[in-house]
């Protein structure tokens, strides 16, 4: 019960921290890549859909976890989802985007469309 009295009273205590000498200054940081994600609304197989980088997302039946961790094949695909909108047309996918620990990425959202468009980010 101390502990967790302590974690909340003290909460930098133990925290990551990029650069112990002083503020971290991401300008100075070199960009590993950067990702332009678009989205788009765009009517697929009769229904309207939206999509990132026009790849619109399907829920696999095997969770990313389980796939990953016992290597099936087709639940989902790798860096499927362009660095910059391709303009090839909407499809349906399960794309996930890797990356290396220390990658430094700036993301930049593109909104093309006439109303303001929210994202949720795992």
Do not use: C
């Not at 921290?17 to 009769?46: D, K, W």
């Amino acid at each position: 019960m101390d502990q967790a009295r302590f974690y909340r009273w003290n909460l930098t205590s133990n925290a990551a921290r990029p650069n112990p000498q002083g503020s971290f200054h991401y300008e100075m940081r070199m960009r590993t890549r950067i990702l332009v994600l678009a989205n788009s609304a765009s009517i697929i197989n009769g229904k309207q859909r939206y999509a990132v980088n026009e790849i619109s997302y399907i829920n696999p039946d095997t969770t990313f976890k389980l796939a990953d961790y016992y290597n099936i094949p087709g639940v989902f695909t790798v860096n499927s989802i362009q660095r910059a909108p391709p303009g090839s047309g909407p499809s349906l996918g399960t794309s996930v985007l890797g990356a290396s620990l220390h990658d430094f990425i700036e993301i930049v959202f593109q909104n093309n469309q006439d109303t303001i468009q929210s994202w949720h980010l795992d």
